[in-house]
């Protein structure tokens, strides 16, 4: 590669998936070569979450568009940038702005995720998407597919795991600190409303909305304005699993090395077992309350383990006691702002020596019994790298990692396989018995009907 190489250049040949991780004549990588040139970035979904973006990303890249179906929910922002290009269809954007954009986030509505993403990372865009990563455990595939094949900077918006806490809990974990782990809780106690059929009725599409583009690859459908709640409907949402899931699981995930199942040789014929319990089947929406039960295989010195995710804890039978049991409120975990005997999400990993509990966005972590930790060394990471700031220091991650050509612990390579773990959970609950998924060829084995649930059918147009 020419000393001369531009950011365009490199961007350019990084698409064709052969320039991203090569070294430069003076030993410099090529990302590193750019490193005080900033990033062009397009915010696709500038409302709700993505007012986030709007604020962050002209602190540690330039903004260059923005795009939203959703005029009212985007209006701080369209007024925040009055001279910013804007735009309706993310498709559009990327065909007119495609030397222009060198990055894009992506907070729109979860069934919209993948589509985004995907279409920008095959452009050779570096991509940032908030959780939960994808609706189904097809798109989480994809995602991670196509970030490894572009050699790509990518990002689930999990910004827990770019704080001390997460990083030093993972390690922890890894290190043997809690001895073998056997058990993981995960939990959201907040309720779910079960919705038991679709909107009667067609209201009049607001001026401010672009109903067909809000829909995306969905069947259309007259407009009604429940559809806009759209985080527990399954077409459009992905529930608290994936929700809060993304956040309060990380840390497991992480030390307990789940990522290998995934590379695993083909010949293991490893498989991951999940059931689940419900408070009632429901294709339409979430059930009021679910019990996810995860039977993983072991990894390397790693034994067995039992996962498991409770969504609506509060109304799950038994379930915030047994919570309360696990976390042991005598040790002071408690989150101020909640005043139940539980948080509205977390985690619990019980190891032989003891347990750690995490707060719902892993921004920080406790042992359950400190006094059997006396003298570990719970503050810096040792082998994570930190970064600073709080939210910003995501996004700054993200894009160092653009410069530098290595990965982010969110990673879709590594959030991908995550995602695909916890919509299997979506999947278990829709179905009655024991699934077994395969991890390396991505397809539940022994029940056809739950194998088919782990994609989904797509609009003219909006194909995958």
Not at 72 to 83: C, G, Q, S, T, V
Not at 180 to 204: C, H, M, T, Y
Not at 216 to 235: I, V
Request: hydrophobic share 40%; glycine share 10%.
């Amino acid at each position: 590669m020419a000393r001369g190489v531009t950011r365009r250049t490199f961007l350019e040949e990084a698409a064709l998936g052969g320039a991203g991780w090569l070294v430069l004549a003076d030993g410099r990588s090529a990302r590193a070569y750019a490193a005080n040139d900033r990033f062009n970035v397009a915010v696709i979904g500038c409302g709700g979450r993505g007012r986030r973006f709007v604020e962050a990303i002209p602190k540690v890249a330039d903004l260059v568009a923005l795009c939203d179906v959703n005029g009212k929910r985007a209006e701080e922002a369209l007024k925040a940038h009055p001279d910013l290009p804007k735009f309706h269809d993310f498709r559009e954007m990327l065909d007119r702005m495609d030397k222009e954009i060198d990055a894009v986030t992506v907070a729109t509505p979860d069934h919209t995720h993948a589509q985004a993403s995907v279409m920008a990372m095959r452009r050779g865009k570096h991509a940032y998407c908030e959780k939960g990563l994808t609706r189904t455990v097809h798109e989480a595939r994809l995602m991670r597919k196509v970030a490894e094949e572009k050699r790509l900077a990518t990002q689930m918006g999990n910004q827990g795991s770019s704080c001390r806490s997460a990083r030093r809990g993972m390690e922890l974990i890894q290190d043997g600190v809690l001895g073998e782990v056997k058990e993981v809780i995960a939990w959201a106690a907040l309720p779910v409303v079960s919705r038991d059929e679709a909107p009667k009725g067609e209201q009049k599409i607001p001026d401010y909305l672009q109903w067909d583009l809000w829909l995306g690859y969905a069947p259309y459908r007259p407009f009604h304005s429940q559809w806009l709640g759209w985080t527990q409907w399954r077409e459009f949402g992905n529930g608290w699993v994936g929700m809060w899931g993304s956040h309060g699981c990380f840390i497991a995930w992480n030390g307990l090395n789940m990522l290998s199942l995934w590379q695993a040789d083909p010949a293991e014929k490893v498989r991951i077992r999940v059931e689940a319990q419900v408070s009632e089947i429901n294709s339409l929406s979430y059930p009021r309350w679910e019990v996810v039960r995860y039977r993983i295989p072991a990894r390397g010195a790693q034994p067995p383990c039992d996962w498991t995710w409770v969504s609506g804890a509060a109304s799950a039978p038994g379930w915030m006691e047994k919570i309360e049991a696990a976390v042991e409120t005598k040790s002071g975990w408690r989150e101020k702002e909640w005043t139940k005997p539980v948080p509205h999400a977390g985690s619990v990993i019980v190891g032989s020596k003891g347990s750690l509990h995490g707060v719902a966005s892993n921004f920080s972590f406790s042992f359950v019994d400190p006094g059997k930790f006396k003298g570990v060394d719970a503050g810096t990471p040792k082998r994570y790298p930190l970064v600073p700031g709080e939210y910003e220091g995501h996004e700054a991650d993200w894009l160092r990692a653009a410069r530098d050509g290595r990965y982010t612990v969110s990673d879709f390579r590594n959030s991908g396989p995550y995602t695909e773990f916890l919509m299997l959970g979506n999947v278990a609950t829709r179905v009655e018995g024991m699934l077994e998924y395969d991890p390396v060829e991505g397809r539940i084995t022994n029940n056809e009907r739950a194998n088919a649930l782990l994609t989904c059918e797509r609009r003219k147009g909006w194909e995958l």
